[in-house]
């Protein structure tokens, strides 16, 4: 995607910044409606090519119907890598279970991270950058 694009859904947010990064604002629970919408906007981006995702998680969680409905339809041939922002312990470790069950399906690996910024989560999506460059 070359542009610069943006998405809502209630008081969701998502927004595209050119050449690679999702950054999306998550508050209150993330019902399956917005688990939804997410994963569509997902798919728009991914047409482009993979991306890094950003994702704010301040104050907000997701019920167990939307977690299963991510695994079940995020490709994660689509990401380069997610960094959660403001994630709290109960929000680190249902990642981290996503994850755990991508790797036990044997689909393919992304880096996660986990910042306490915006600025943070920026500069781990530029180190991100330079590794692939570099590897």
């Not at 960094?83 to 689909?107: E, N, P, W």
Request: aromatic content about 12%.
């Amino acid at each position: 995607m070359k542009q610069s694009r943006e998405w809502t859904c209630g008081v969701q947010r998502s927004w595209f910044e050119p050449p690679d990064i999702l950054w999306q604002r998550f508050r209150g629970v993330a019902a399956l409606e917005e688990t939804r919408w997410s994963v569509e906007v997902y798919r728009q981006v991914a047409t482009h090519g993979p991306f890094y995702a950003a994702i704010d998680v301040t104050g907000s969680e997701l019920t167990s119907e939307s977690r299963k409905f991510l695994v079940d339809n995020v490709r994660t041939e689509w990401l380069r890598g997610v960094v959660y922002v403001g994630a709290g312990l109960i929000q680190r470790a249902v990642s981290k279970g996503l994850m755990l069950t991508y790797l036990f399906d044997k689909r393919p690996h992304y880096e996660v991270a986990f910042a306490n910024s915006l600025d943070e989560a920026r500069h781990w999506i530029e180190r991100q950058r330079t590794q692939r460059k570099a590897g």
